[in-house]
């Protein structure tokens, strides 16, 4: 680590500098809570706090450098930088102290609306093939090997992340591969960061409560591309790797400067300056996929997938694009992906012995529910039983669409709470009930108590029917205005079939 205070600032825009820069510096913080003795507490404005409120706090616990976006009043001893941009100036101290360790090593950030936890799960399995030490930051958790750090984020924030990969480092890590968040993008989380592979999954509608316009979000997805260069003296292999499918990839290629490696299904090979990687000749059956990957028209390999959904052959497509840029031999990765058997919350399937399917799903946003319903159809239940909610406090505009997409494509539907967050769960299942209204169907009922929700869906199951429980995935917690409990759609599914089957040995 970079300790001295007068070395760390060295590449920082500052307007102002008042104070000693003779200090060692012991860590960095924007949380006035983890502010340590010898730190520099960086005040961030969010949306509910400012971080300069807390000055008094960050100093009475040791900070000895502060950070702030204005000049404010703070005793002679302490150092106050005053930056144009506090985030950013978070981003770069902490870049500094952690010794740039991106530089270190590879590095793949997957950006996206969905896809991007499957991906990584599936980049992890065919490095690992490759007998490479990768690390994964993730919505589930970050892995360091044996090491399970639980995510507060999907992308951590900008000193955590410099940490986790600092540590990746002192622990000879090959490579990082992690899922970049719109938002980290836009609050400049992942600013320091050199990533070599930028994978583009799609885009749907989502986080418009934080981006505002569908247009700003794009833009925030493409800053990971644009970020790209060839003009680095890292060794590994620079690409950008995009779901040709998805009608905003060219938005993204534009912006791209490093070679492209395109995947899809629909899409023709139509550009010799791009390779482009296609799923042909697809085959379903209960437990996943076959299909033939070719490469710019020439088949490569056959792949056999043991997940369920078309989305993950999208998943696969992206995963194999990222094992090729990176040198991978085809016949590594193949094994790599086909010991991929389970990803926790995307499209699980659960068995307690039922005579009907149960899948598990993280589908929170109306193209992500529609994918999942069409991936259910393609299995041929008798009948498809929906549970979904909709989380608080965020982007309203989808709730309608949600419930005109469930209704649409499920012949019953129990709409429930998801994260009602702030807001009253009442409230928000009627904003989905305006879109299921629109249908004219009537196929529905709502009832607020999930796990209630999903008992009621449970009992009205039939044999072959199949129960899809959206929204929360992984998620061990619902959060309440006043409360965060834990809850676990898997483990109240199981609780529910387990306590129906002990009944039945009993009668």
Do not use: W
């Not at 999903?454 to 409360?483: C, N, P, R, W």
């Amino acid at each position: 680590m970079i300790n001295n205070l007068k070395d760390l600032i060295k590449s920082l825009d500052t307007e102002h500098i008042y104070g000693n820069l003779d200090k060692k510096i012991e860590g960095i913080t924007a949380d006035s809570r983890q502010v340590q003795k010898g730190s520099i507490f960086i005040c961030i404005k969010g949306s509910k706090e400012d971080g300069k409120n807390y000055v008094p706090e960050a100093i009475s616990r040791g900070a000895i450098v502060i950070g702030a976006e204005e000049k404010i009043e703070v005793p002679s001893d302490i150092t106050l930088l005053v930056v144009p941009d506090s985030r950013k100036a978070l981003a770069i101290l902490s870049r500094n102290f952690y010794q740039n360790p991106s530089e270190q090593l590879g590095l793949i950030g997957i950006t996206g609306t969905n896809g991007k936890t499957t991906i990584c799960y599936m980049v992890e399995s065919i490095f690992k093939e490759q007998k490479l030490k990768i690390g994964v930051l993730g919505t589930i958790e970050y892995r360091l090997g044996a090491k399970i750090i639980p995510a507060s984020t999907t992308t951590p924030q900008s000193v955590d992340l410099q940490r986790i990969l600092a540590e990746m480092v002192k622990n000879k890590f090959d490579y990082a591969v992690m899922e970049v968040s719109s938002h980290a993008l836009v609050q400049d989380r992942t600013l320091g960061c050199e990533f070599d592979v930028g994978v583009f999954t799609n885009l749907t509608r989502d986080h418009l409560d934080f981006h505002k316009t569908f247009e700003n979000y794009l833009s925030a997805k493409a800053k990971l591309f644009e970020g790209l260069t060839t003009d680095s003296t890292k060794k590994f292999p620079k690409f950008a790797v995009i779901n040709k499918d998805d009608p905003h990839s060219h938005y993204i290629i534009d912006r791209t400067k490093v070679p492209i490696i395109a995947y899809g299904i629909e899409s023709p090979f139509s550009d010799s300056k791009i390779k482009y990687l296609k799923a042909e000749n697809i085959k379903l059956n209960q437990n996943g996929f076959k299909f033939i990957v070719t490469l710019n028209g020439e088949k490569l390999t056959e792949i056999i997938l043991h997940v369920i959904g078309k989305s993950n052959i999208y998943n696969a497509l992206a995963s194999i694009g990222v094992g090729l840029s990176q040198n991978i031999d085809i016949g590594i990765i193949k094994k790599g992906l086909e010991k991929v058997k389970r990803i926790p919350g995307r499209f699980e399937l659960l068995d307690v012995g039922q005579k009907f399917i149960v899948v598990i799903d993280y589908a929170h946003t109306d193209d992500a529910l529609y994918r999942t319903l069409i991936s259910a159809k393609e299995l041929n239940p008798k009948r498809i039983i929906t549970v979904f909610g909709c989380g608080g406090d965020r982007d309203r505009t989808k709730r309608p669409l949600m419930g005109e997409v469930a209704v649409t494509n499920s012949d019953f539907c129990i709409v429930t709470s998801d994260n009602p967050r702030s807001e009253d769960p009442a409230k928000i299942a009627l904003d989905i009930e305006i879109g299921i209204k629109r249908t004219g169907k009537d196929n529905y009922k709502i009832i607020l108590e999930r796990y209630e929700a999903i008992k009621a869906a449970l009992d009205y199951a039939q044999e072959k029917d199949m129960v899809i429980i959206a929204g929360k995935g992984h998620e061990t917690s619902q959060i309440f205005k006043d409360k965060i409990v834990y809850f676990n759609d898997t483990e109240v599914v199981k609780e529910i079939l387990n306590k129906r089957n002990t009944h039945k040995s009993k009668v």
